[in-house]
């Protein structure tokens, strides 16, 4: 039987895919907690630009000034930052081979799959691992379009490219804006620098995978994007990370800058272990005839807080976004989008789907914003929530702000649960229990699922088939 054909039967998959460790002996990991010390020290050992380490220390006053949130969304009273690890790094520099990655490292990425990814489908590749990136590589005939991929890292030392790091860095996202966005700037490390030049298309996507190893540690990567007039990019996100029986944090941040007729693809999916709390933060602005699409799936963690942001600055704009997350036995996910539309005749389109059982938590929040100079704006919002049991939650939020008469804005949610005549037709064609709830699932899924990457589709319906595994008993 082919490799492939394993990977699509629940029988041959296990959660071993995510759930293996690698040894972190030799590894240089910071004390816990979040001191001056601390932040120095990690920006002395990426020998940053001055404005960057003092950018660094206002923002982790801001933190320590600034108090937990309490009741609003879930809790995250077992998050204790005094036990987080902010910076855990394996000893390797990085790489532009596969060959020169060390050997468990290269490991845990080929179990993965992103060699193989890298080889058929994607123009280039950037791998972190735990606070790192550990191995980096782009298509020649791409670089020689003038597109920069590469480590926020490395484009601080170019001298080409740090003053526009240096204009763009932590303006969409600042430090202001809530208390774990100050977390991140005060100890960030890692992601990319995308920079797209006007009329470039990109035939392939680009990728980043991020993957913490380390218990009782956090993630903190930046991801930055500029598109310029004309481009066109998808950019591909997925994160993962194996269960331990402790904390483990992520807090990072995606500023992404979609100029006048460009267009900017931002798929994720998100695996994180369920002892992850995910407090990310993503956020795009975007100009005139310009489009943004977001492509979200959520399948991790423990408790998630996750709103990607549009600010729809220009006229003519447009924005899509398609989300679906799935929350079993002890996950509380938070998730959503916010939609900003200040400009004229723009679009707006969001829909998602959510699953919960075992009693797992599924909360969508949209906020869409239309503001006094967006004339003929149009906004929909679609929400549809499937619970697989009597004892898990789906909660629907949504919050319009219209500010405009000439605005067309509509709303709709729905909430169910499988229908038992549906069940039992499928067991009449031959169906267990189980594979007819799987399936029913499966086609509940399949709007967002045909929106992914193919490797990235299969992977989503390998998890859903793994949740649903156990689910009637």
Partial sequence: ?????????????????YDFTKSEEGYERYDDGLTPEIVRAISAKKDEPEWMLEMRLRALELYHARPMAENWG??????????????????????????????????????????????????GVGAQYDSEIVYHNMREEVAEQGVIYTTIEDALHDPQWEPVVHEYFGTLIPPTDHKFAALHYAVWSGGSFVYVPAGVTLPYPLQSYFRLNAAGAGQFEHTLIIVEPGADLHFIEGCSAPKYYEANLHAGAVELFVKDGARLRYSTIENWSKNMYNLNTKRATIGA?????????????????LYPTTIMAGDRSTCEFTGITFAGATQDLDTGCKVIMNGADTTASVSTKSISKDGGVNTFRSSVVIGRHADRARCSVSCQSLMLDDISRSDTIPAMDVRNATAQVGHEATIGRISDDTVLYLMSRGCSEAEARTLVVN???????????????????NLIKLEMEGAIG
């Fill in 289 to 305: 005839d310009s489009k943004m699409e977001w492509v979200s799936g959520s399948f991790g963690s423990h408790v998630s807080y």
């Fill in 443 to 461: 086609g509940f899924a399949n709007p967002v699922s045909k929106e992914l990457p193919m490797e990235y589709a299969v992977e989503m319906n």
């Fill in 1 to 17: 039987m082919s490799e492939e054909r394993k990977r699509t039967q629940v029988a041959d998959v296990d959660r071993s895919l």
């Fill in 74 to 123: 879930p809790s995250i009273a077992g998050l204790d930052l005094d036990h987080i690890s902010t910076y855990v790094s394996p000893k390797t520099k990085q790489a532009k081979s596969w060959d020169d990655v060390p050997a468990d490292i290269k490991d845990t990425f080929e179990r993965l799959g992103i060699p193989e990814a890298e080889r058929e489908s994607l123009a």
